[in-house]
Structures are given as structure tokens and as C-alpha cells.
């Protein structure tokens, strides 16, 4: 692995933990991370009481080409979906009698930002 893509996966890595960290203080109960198939990728699975909260994490040291917010786009968003499907495939559980979200974990630098149901 080159050393740049492997700064990336670090950084990356430390971006999920602190979301993580973060939805973990605020109820969520962790459930699994980094459930990967090959329609996409979820980075973080958690339950909210009878809800699964399924949670990109995007991460940008800096906001000059745009906030980490933004690269969460409707590919993105469909890949996410599509690996949900697969999750609950693979659990044997029926996706149509779920309740689930979908969020965010924007993290701009310092500053994280939660967004709900995206």
C-alpha cells in the first residue's frame, strides 16, 4: 500500500472512531463497522431503540474544495441503500418490516456536524 493511501485509511479510520465515539455518547448502541459488499459500504451500523441508524462518515481537513458534507452525493447515497439491503439480507431479516435511517457524520477539521435521515 502506498504511504499516501495509507495516511488516508488512518485518517479515515480515526474519523470513524470518533464518530463512533461520538453517536455511542448521545444512546446509539454500536452494532458493527465497516460492512463491506460489493454494491457498497457501510461505515458505521447502530440501533436506536427499534431503529437501525445505518451512518456515512465523511471527513475534510479543510473545507477549500468543499465540506464533507457535500461528497456525501446521490451515488453515494444509492451504494449505502444498496449495502443496507445486503446487510439485512445476509442477517435473514426482512428489509420492508425495518424501521431504518440513514445519516451523516460530517466532520469539517475540528468541527463534526450530525445530520439525520439523510
Not at 464518530?19 to 457501510?42: H, R, W
Not at 425495518?98 to 450530525?114: F, N, S, T
Amino acid at each position: 500500500m502506498a504511504i499516501k493511501q495509507w495516511v488516508a485509511s488512518e485518517v479515515g479510520k480515526e474519523a470513524e472512531l470518533r464518530a463512533k465515539t461520538f453517536l455511542a455518547s448521545e444512546g446509539l448502541q454500536f452494532v458493527e463497522a465497516n460492512f463491506k459488499v460489493k454494491p457498497g459500504e457501510i461505515d458505521l451500523i447502530f440501533t436506536d431503540k427499534q431503529l437501525w441508524v445505518f451512518v456515512e462518515v465523511k471527513y475534510r481537513s479543510s473545507d477549500s474544495h468543499g465540506s464533507a458534507a457535500e461528497f456525501f452525493t446521490a451515488s453515494k447515497r444509492r451504494k449505502v441503500v444498496n449495502a443496507i439491503m445486503c446487510y439485512f439480507k445476509q442477517k435473514q431479516r426482512n428489509i420492508h418490516h425495518e424501521a431504518i435511517r440513514i445519516d451523516l457524520i460530517a466532520i469539517d477539521g475540528d468541527q463534526l456536524e450530525w445530520i439525520k435521515n439523510v
